[in-house]
């Protein structure tokens, strides 16, 4: 059994179905950074990559189209219901570089140094044994290849996470302390933590900078839709998943409430920080 099992079947679950069938607003929350994140890391015409999480392929489409036809681009996911949405995608756009597949990037059989790129956009932080995992990732990335990730920093600076679970602190029913190292959103927080999975996994030349976007949730008069996305991913999602049904009813009108308050002529936007990871083999 993959120690991932827990993570294949959260990812696989009703809980995650929105990722699925809602991949359009994932677009607009996280686009812009996207966009920011591929011109910085620059894939280049002729390379072969591969996309970690790929999720429903949009970071898979935009990066063959960078890599173009003499390139080629893999993606990974556990998730089922979002590769079959990739696919779909990508046979619509009719691109011939491109696959997406169902697998754990973890013990996937890739071939040895096969990619001249690794990327991933917010999935390397679900790993349950990350440095297993890239040890193995890193027997497949060329000598001369490269890695480039965008995990986010902690949850506190996070706002876009914070800022909704502190106005629903009087509801939620009260939290463990985390731990650091558990698999999640905010597995990849702390810099040193990133430097030591990736250094004891064979990778050289760590780098770590930071980037502090702004998350647009939701469009002008759309409080209610910021609320429920918010209550699809993220932290309060997973709290709230927990709560009996008679107290969950209550956090949609209180966190409609609070993005009303943040709505500026733009729609709502609040602010997010991450790391953009980056490592020679």
């Not at 990974?76 to 990037?105: H, L, Q, Y």
């Not at 463990?176 to 990778?203: H, M, T, Y």
């Not at 049904?245 to 308050?261: G, I, N």
Request: hydrophobic share 45%; glycine share 8%; proline share 7%.
């Amino acid at each position: 059994m993959s120690a991932n099992a827990s993570q294949i079947d959260y990812w696989n679950s009703d809980a995650t179905r929105w990722w699925s069938e809602r991949h359009e607003s994932i677009d607009r929350m996280f686009g812009a950074i996207t966009e920011q994140v591929l011109e910085m890391i620059a894939p280049q015409t002729g390379e072969r990559v591969l996309d970690i999480g790929c999720a429903t392929g949009t970071t898979v489409l935009a990066i063959a189209e960078r890599v173009g036809a003499d390139g080629h681009v893999l993606g990974i996911d556990i998730a089922e219901r979002s590769v079959a949405r990739a696919k779909d995608r990508i046979a619509a756009a009719g691109v011939g570089n491109a696959e997406a597949i169902v697998a754990d990037a973890s013990v996937h059989d890739f071939p040895p140094r096969a990619f001249d790129l690794m990327f991933s956009r917010f999935g390397v932080m679900f790993f349950v044994d990350p440095a297993a995992t890239f040890a193995h990732l890193h027997r497949s990335l060329a000598s001369d290849g490269r890695f480039a990730a965008m995990a986010f920093r902690s949850r506190q600076e996070n706002v876009w996470a914070a800022g909704p679970a502190a106005a629903l602190r009087d509801i939620l029913p009260a939290e463990p302390p985390p731990d650091p190292e558990a698999p999640g959103q905010f597995a990849w927080a702390s810099e040193e933590r990133v430097r030591r999975i990736l250094g004891n996994a064979g990778f050289r030349d760590v780098t770590l900078t930071k980037l502090d976007p702004v998350f647009r949730l939701a469009e002008p008069g759309d409080a209610a839709g910021a609320a429920e996305r918010l209550l699809t991913i993220g932290p309060v999602a997973r709290i709230a998943r927990e709560m009996p049904p008679e107290r969950r009813s209550a956090l949609l009108p209180r966190l409609e409430a609070y993005f009303r308050e943040k709505e500026g002529p733009d729609g709502i936007a609040l602010p997010g920080a991450i790391w953009l990871v980056r490592a020679r083999p």
